[in-house]
Nanobody, 124 residues
């Protein structure tokens, strides 16, 4: 089983940057594909970015391509989301998730473990 804890959220002005981090427990972190999702008030949870277990493959939703970068450090059991050129519409609770697939995967149903989430607010 994997336990996930996000950090790094906060309030930032439009055009600014934030770096989210997700720390995972467990000795088999390197066997899980990882992903970041977000949920804005009144909206469904949305896939943001995913990375394969080995880190060699990544995927992004179209709205963040060129602005967000997902990465992982399997030696430290962490996955990060670097967010640049933030927009007001990026405001949401961001959660990391772990999948038993090698990945990268993007469907909510493909992920088995979820963190509690961290709030990101972008002011315009």
């Amino acid at each position: 089983q994997v336990q996930l804890a996000e950090s790094g959220g906060g309030l930032v002005q439009a055009g600014g940057s934030l770096r989210l981090s997700c720390a995972a427990s467990g000795r088999t972190f390197s066997s899980y594909a990882m992903g970041w999702f977000r949920q804005a008030p009144g909206k469904e949870r949305e896939f943001v970015a995913g990375i394969s277990a080995g880190g060699g493959g990544t995927s992004y939703t179209d709205s963040v391509k060129g602005r967000f970068t997902i990465s992982r450090d399997n030696a430290k059991n962490t996955v990060a989301l670097q967010m640049n050129s933030l927009k007001a519409e990026d405001t949401a609770v961001y959660s990391c998730a772990a999948s038993l697939y090698y990945g990268p995967v993007y469907r909510t149903s493909d992920f088995n473990y979820w963190g509690q989430g961290t709030q990101v607010t972008v002011s315009s």
